[in-house]
């Protein structure tokens, strides 16, 4: 059972031990496993990593995320950008970047497209988080699998007992053709993604509906 005090401390720690952020630029709250995130950081990918590293921490029900992307240098112009974000894409093999639209609005990255991985997606976003000038990304990314096999819940339900860190005895598991559903309940956000994560490596899913919700206990405070 932890106090708001103690859920603070403990995402300032995690955000402290971050290699590549300053803890002195990001402000932490916490209430009832709600952790708020602000200041300002001079690239997007230290955003994220913030970010990450408060969802990491147990009993994190939910990150607000307030945190400012003031670069040092001369912003970038939006053309110099897109072209940035093509190079990576291309640079990147994990990457059907022919598969990708780019668009760019004041710093802003959109990706859309379809792809037959989530790997795929993700590897999208990664490649471009660390580019000078960009202050954020939205992934509309779709994910069209090319395998025609169909769904194995008990694969998906294997998967998931495999991993240690996860209590897949809380977690019920729905598949509806080539969508897959997840319900019960995790104790960390990271625990979340994480579920999610080893479900979308199952071949043949087009859609992961993540309904799994953080139960923590907390200390009640005056």
């Known amino acids: 059972m932890k106090t708001n005090e103690e859920l603070q401390r403990d995402v300032q720690n995690a ?28 690239a997007y990918y230290k955003k994220i990593e913030a970010e990450n590293a408060a969802k990491n921490v147990d009993g994190v029900k939910a990150v607000v995320e307030e945190i400012e992307i003031k670069y040092s240098s001369n912003t970038k112009s939006d053309e110099d950008i897109a072209k940035d974000v093509l190079k990576a894409l291309i640079d990147n093999w994990t990457v059907p970047q022919e598969k ?10 959109t990706l859309e497209g379809e792809v037959s991985w989530n790997y795929q997606k993700e590897a999208a976003t990664k490649s471009i988080s660390h580019l000078t000038g960009v202050k954020g990304v939205t992934n509309r990314v779709k994910i069209k699998s090319e395998v025609e096999n169909e769904i194995e ?70």
């Open 15 to 42: 955000i402290k031990w971050e290699p590549q952020l300053h803890a002195a630029e990001i402000g932490v709250t916490a209430k009832d496993g709600v952790v708020t995130l602000m200041g300002t950081v001079d």
């Open 100 to 109: 990708i639209q780019v668009k760019v609005e004041k710093g802003w990255v």
């Open 153 to 222: 819940k008990k694969n998906i339900i294997r998967a998931l007992a495999n991993n240690w860190s996860l209590h897949s005895e809380n977690i019920l598991v729905r598949v509806d053709g080539t969508k897959v559903m997840l319900t019960g309940a995790v104790s960390s956000l990271y625990q979340k993604d994480l579920a999610e994560k080893i479900v979308w490596k199952t071949p043949g899913i087009w859609s992961v509906d993540n309904q799994l919700v953080v139960e923590h206990k907390y200390a009640i405070t005056e």
